[in-house]
Every structure is written in structure tokens, then in C-alpha cells.
């Protein structure tokens, strides 16, 4: 079942479901699947938007629902920024709170009979993910992270992006080709001459951002493309299909 055949289109960052639509689609399927978009709202340079992480795991999630039998949820755009506060415009919630709100969200979705959550996390900040996940599966629940390491790792060949993992930290290659494909309009002037490398960032944490960057972007988005940007969603999207069946195994 194609997720595409079983919804009206997504505009802009919200799912433009009906109850009617969200009904049909369940009962397509023996278990439900949804997808949560979770972003951030920090600098990303004087050419991409606050919004740029939240975009991003956007970008992903409507991939993700045009080939797979999935419920799109709205983003959850506020997040763990802390380490951007030099910056303005960049807002953050505490781990904590972010804790709380991706565990009601799931709470709820399984009230309604929808028993798995994928969570795509935009921001490499926000660690704090990998604990719901982890606690939420001791107890039995359906819960996942995605894109995981490998699933980048094949992303980034696959669109033959340049720049190393470890080089393309923030604002770099990877955020602005995916921008420049799906949202470009969004990318203002000047990422052609942004390029800057700090590779080591050992006390990142303790010092913030701007002990390594005066502009805010560490990476090279010089080297971003439209293409590049289609081929790493297209690609995450495909190599979605592998949680999607270790999520619903056993229950067909």
C-alpha cells in the first residue's frame, strides 16, 4: 500500500489528513505506523532559515509517508539548541521537556490505536531522543529513531555528497542541498562562500557554537545541490522500508 494513494497532499510543514483519511488508512493496515517530525529552532548561518532542522526532518518525513502507509504528524519545531544561544533568533526547550512531549505524543497516539511512533529527528542536539527510545522499548512500547548512522552513511554515498560526516556539522552540504531541493526558496545568498572547517570540537558542550564559528555554519555549503538534496531523501526514504517491517513484523 502506497502511502501516497491514501492522503491528500502535505502543505508547506503540516498533513492536510482528514479523520476520515487517517480512519481509512488504519484500516489498511494491521499496525500503525506514525512518523514525528522533530526539528529545532537555531541559526544555521545568515543563509538558511531558523526553521532549517525542522525543514529537514520535514523534507524526510514526506518522503517517507509518499511510499509507506504511515501517519504524517505536524513537527515538534522547538528542541535542544543550547549549545547555538549565542545566536540570535535561536530558541530551546530542556531535554527534560522535550522528553515529556515526544512520550504524550506517543501515549496518545496508542489511545488511539496507532501503536508505533518513528521519531525523525533533525537535530543532532537532540540526544535526549535516544532515551525516550530507549526507555520506551523496555516497557514494550514501538518506538524508533530514525535516520540512524548507517542509514546517512548510505544516504550520503548515494548522492555522492563530498564533505566527511565529521566536516559537515551545521549549515554545511547535507542541510543545504536538501533545502535547495525542497525549499529553495528559503536559501538566501552567500552559501557559495560560506565554507569553514572545524573539525575538532572536543568541548562543544561545555563551550558552544561560537567558540568554533563566527558565522554559525562549520561545513562546506559551497558544495550543495538540488540533486544531491532529492537523491539523500530519496535514499532515506528507501532504507525507511527496513524499520517499517521490523516494526510491524509479527502483527500481519
Not at 21 to 28: F, L, M, N, P
Not at 65 to 81: G, R
Not at 162 to 185: K, Q, W
Request: aromatic share 6%; net charge negative.
Amino acid at each position: 500500500m502506497s502511502g501516497s494513494g491514501a492522503r491528500t497532499a502535505a502543505y508547506g510543514l503540516l498533513p492536510a489528513d482528514t479523520t476520515e483519511e487517517v480512519r481509512t488508512r488504519g484500516a489498511g493496515v494491521s499496525t500503525q505506523v506514525a512518523v514525528l517530525p522533530v526539528g529545532s529552532f537555531e541559526q544555521h548561518g545568515p543563509y538558511l532559515p531558523l526553521a532549517t532542522d525542522t525543514l529537514v526532518a520535514c523534507a524526510v518525513a514526506r518522503e517517507i509517508a509518499a511510499v509507506h502507509p504511515v501517519h504524517l504528524l505536524p513537527p515538534v519545531t522547538f528542541s535542544c539548541s543550547h549549545e547555538h544561544a549565542a545566536w540570535p533568533g535561536t530558541v530551546s526547550i530542556s531535554a527534560v521537556t522535550l522528553h515529556a512531549v515526544v512520550n504524550d505524543i506517543a501515549g496518545s497516539l496508542r489511545r488511539s490505536g496507532v501503536e508505533a511512533l518513528v521519531v525523525i529527528n533533525g537535530h543532532g542536539g537532540n540526544y535526549v531522543l535516544g532515551n525516550v527510545v530507549q526507555e520506551a522499548s523496555a516497557r514494550g512500547e514501538r518506538l524508533a529513531l530514525y535516520p540512524a548512522v548507517e542509514d546517512w552513511e548510505t544516504a550520503l554515498t548515494r548522492a555522492r555528497v563530498e564533505t566527511s560526516a565529521l566536516s559537515d556539522m551545521h549549515a554545511g552540504e547535507i542541510e543545504t542541498s536538501i533545502l535547495l531541493h525542497a525549499h529553495p526558496e528559503l536559501v538566501r545568498p552567500g552559501y557559495e562562500s560560506a565554507d569553514f572547517t572545524a573539525d575538532d570540537r572536543r568541548h562543544l558542550l561545555t563551550l558552544g557554537m561560537s567558540a568554533y564559528t563566527e558565522s554559525g555554519v562549520i561545513g562546506r555549503p559551497s558544495l550543495g545541490s538540488a540533486e544531491k538534496g532529492k537523491e539523500l531523501l530519496s535514499s532515506l526514504a528507501d532504507s525507511f522500508g527496513t524499520l517499517f517491517e521490523l516494526l510491524t513484523a509479527g502483527r500481519e
